[in-house]
């Protein structure tokens, strides 16, 4: 298993531009969560999802969105970049049913110009 | 904001026991208590977690008082390779969603000195 793979590993966009980081994970877990993180900070949860077709929002949604079209996927998209969103991006999933650990992607770092 | 509280940095040598503090004083009866560490620019990895009872896997030991407002991870033979920030983290269950949301704070900068 790869586990939690995410793309790119590094951007670099300018102010007001768009993307999508990319998170798949292949251990048919339910539940997906989106987190950033600033430096020197702990993370904090952006979204997440509790299966195909449900996302909500964590404690700093604003300036994305998400879907989650298939149990393996949950992309995350800026739509009109801005300076504070620069941050590293860590996609979680985890199966979800009772107590259970969250594994981690390598992270996505972007930095806004 | 995180429900724990922990140092911001702690020294170990290398080879000895590493005991991490951790309180949580507002836990409620039916959260958990979770260990994660993060290792530079790489993502969270998790170690250990517990209810009540202390728990032992292949990584570490999770110690819970008998009150349950504080914990200790310990990590037995410290190594290089150990040298990380760990979160202590108190699960939230969110009931509307059905899912646990871990909140991590600053965590501990655990440095292992040779």
């Known amino acids: 298993n790869a586990g939690v793979t995410q793309t790119p590993k590094f951007r670099i966009l300018k102010i007001g531009q768009s993307m999508t980081l990319q998170c798949t994970q292949d251990m048919n877990h339910n539940y997906m969560y989106w987190y950033r993180q600033d430096p020197g900070m702990g993370l904090k949860l952006i979204y997440y999802s509790v299966g195909a077709g449900i996302t909500d929002k964590g404690e700093v949604p604003n300036g994305y969105n998400v879907s989650r079209s298939t149990t393996e996927d949950f992309p995350l998209r800026l739509e009109l970049a801005a300076p504070s969103q620069t941050s590293v991006y860590f996609c979680?999933?985890?199966?979800?049913?009772?107590?259970?650990?969250?594994?981690f992607g390598a992270g996505t770092r972007l930095s806004v110009l | 904001d995180a429900k724990t509280t922990q140092p911001p940095s702690m020294d170990c040598a290398e080879g000895r026991a590493a005991n991490l503090p951790c309180n949580h004083s507002?836990?409620?009866?039916?959260?958990?208590v979770y260990w994660y560490r993060q290792i530079h620019s790489q993502g969270p990895q998790y170690i250990i977690h517990g209810l009540k009872n202390n728990e032992t896997n292949e990584m570490a030991s999770l110690i819970i008082t008998e009150d349950r407002k504080s914990s200790t991870l310990i990590l037995p033979h410290a190594t290089l390779r150990d040298t990380a920030v760990y979160y202590c983290?108190?699960?939230?269950?969110?009931?509307?969603?059905?899912?646990?949301?871990?909140?991590f704070g600053k965590g501990t900068k655990l440095s292992v000195i040779p």
């Open positions: 983290i108190v699960d939230r269950w969110d009931s509307g969603a059905g899912s646990y949301q871990l909140t």
């Open positions: 507002t836990i409620s009866g039916n959260e958990y």
């Open positions: 979680a999933s985890s199966m979800g049913l009772g107590v259970t650990s969250q594994y």
